[in-house]
């Protein structure tokens, strides 16, 4: 069977996007307390003090927030014992960060959606994302700790997207990729729904709200060389995570077409190959710390 496949028109794709998101707003979604933050941060004229309202309104997500604060996962010195003082030690970035990451833990439980793919593993897969990210970032000196960490956490998402829409549709596409291994994923998903991952995630993000760096991502993590310089770094850090994590053959990998590192995407955070193998032997001590974040979470 060859790699070509039809390709939906842009019109067609974008509307397909759009019933996907439609269909799966009553489903699954983000809790409205975690929507008001994403857009108070966003907001130039917020402060700290209206964050800290918000959160301080649900004691649950507040008591989350705390716990997450409190973990080895940020080192902080001493207690923490309120989120206003939270809010002050990590900034409002890093709370609404912890505010998406805590929410998103529920949406990615699921268990056995088919033969061969198990909600778990993607979860798996992203948390190792995320964690592979961070240390990307860091190494690559970006300056985005919990901006990647996140980024990392929500790059497949869209399959979320595609798991709640389209399910039946979703079990073919899984079924063809295990009997096709050499056909790509985001090809299959595009003949079967008329859309692929990234585009279902980017549609997701858009509807959220999210930061356009997100939606960057979601959107062009397989891709990231087709953004703008000045838009692509956190997409292109995803990326290299995303094989590396392949690689290491951690939770579902079929997403991942090429087990080599664009050479192209590493030129553009001024890495090596060696630079981010050797994140791959720190990354699971570095994923427990992860895992134990968002089981606080």
Same mark, same amino acid.
């Given at each position: 069977?060859?790699?070509?496949?039809?390709?939906?028109?842009?019109?067609?794709?974008?509307?397909?996007?759009?019933?996907?998101?439609?269909?799966?707003?009553?489903?699954?979604?983000?809790?409205?307390?975690?929507?008001?933050?994403?857009?108070?941060?966003?907001?130039?004229?917020?402060?700290?003090?209206?964050?800290?309202?918000?959160?301080?309104?649900?004691?649950?997500?507040?008591?989350?927030?705390?716990?997450?604060?409190?973990?080895?996962?940020?080192?902080?010195?001493?207690?923490?014992?309120?989120? /206003?003082?939270?809010?002050?030690?990590?900034?409002? /970035?890093?709370?609404?960060?912890?505010?998406?990451?805590?929410? $998103?833990?529920?949406?990615?439980?699921?268990?056995?959606?088919?033969?061969?793919?198990?909600?778990?593993?993607?979860?798996?897969?992203?948390?190792?994302?995320?964690?592979?990210?961070?240390?990307?970032?860091?190494?690559?000196?970006?300056?985005?700790?919990?901006?990647?960490? $996140?980024?990392?956490?929500?790059?497949?998402?869209?399959?979320?997207?595609?798991?709640?829409?389209?399910?039946?549709?979703?079990?073919?596409?899984?079924?063809?990729?295990?009997?096709?291994?050499?056909?790509?994923?985001?090809?299959?998903?595009?003949?079967? $729904?008329?859309?692929?991952?990234?585009?279902?995630?980017?549609?997701?993000?858009?509807?959220?709200?999210?930061? /356009?760096?997100?939606?960057?991502?979601?959107?062009?993590?397989?891709?990231?060389?087709?953004?703008?310089?000045?838009?692509?770094?956190?997409?292109?850090?995803?990326?290299?995570?995303?094989?590396?994590?392949?690689?290491?053959?951690?939770?579902?990998?079929?997403?991942?077409?090429?087990?080599?590192? /664009?050479?192209?995407?590493?030129?553009?955070?001024?890495?090596?190959?060696?630079?981010?193998?050797?994140?791959?032997?720190?990354?699971?001590?570095?994923?427990?710390?992860?895992?134990?974040?968002?089981?606080?979470?």
């Amino acid at each position: 069977m060859t790699q070509a496949m039809s390709q939906p028109a842009e019109s067609a794709k974008a509307d397909v996007v759009a019933s996907a998101i439609g269909e799966i707003s009553h489903i699954a979604t983000l809790p409205e307390v975690t929507l008001k933050i994403i857009n108070l941060v966003e907001d130039p004229n917020s402060t700290a003090q209206d964050l800290n309202k918000v959160i301080t309104n649900d004691p649950a997500l507040g008591a989350r927030i705390l716990k997450v604060v409190n973990s080895a996962f940020y080192g902080l010195p001493g207690q923490i014992a309120s989120i /206003n003082r939270a809010i002050v030690l990590l900034g409002l /970035n890093a709370v609404k960060n912890i505010a998406i990451a805590a929410s $998103l833990a529920k949406l990615f439980r699921g268990g056995q959606i088919a033969p061969h793919f198990d909600a778990h593993d993607l979860w798996n897969h992203s948390i190792a994302v995320a964690t592979a990210t961070k240390m990307i970032g860091k190494e690559a000196q970006l300056g985005l700790a919990d901006e990647a960490f $996140l980024a990392g956490l929500i790059h497949d998402i869209g399959i979320m997207v595609e798991i709640q829409a389209m399910r039946g549709k979703f079990v073919e596409v899984i079924l063809k990729k295990k009997e096709n291994p050499e056909l790509s994923l985001r090809a299959i998903e595009t003949e079967i $729904l008329g859309a692929d991952h990234q585009e279902f995630g980017a549609g997701l993000c858009r509807a959220w709200k999210f930061p /356009n760096s997100f939606i960057y991502v979601t959107g062009h993590h397989h891709n990231p060389m087709e953004l703008e310089e000045d838009q692509r770094k956190l997409a292109s850090a995803v990326n290299l995570a995303d094989v590396l994590v392949a690689k290491l053959g951690i939770g579902y990998t079929d997403t991942v077409d090429n087990l080599e590192f /664009n050479q192209e995407v590493l030129a553009d955070l001024n890495l090596t190959c060696d630079q981010v193998e050797k994140i791959g032997e720190a990354l699971p001590n570095a994923m427990e710390e992860a895992e134990n974040l968002l089981d606080a979470a």
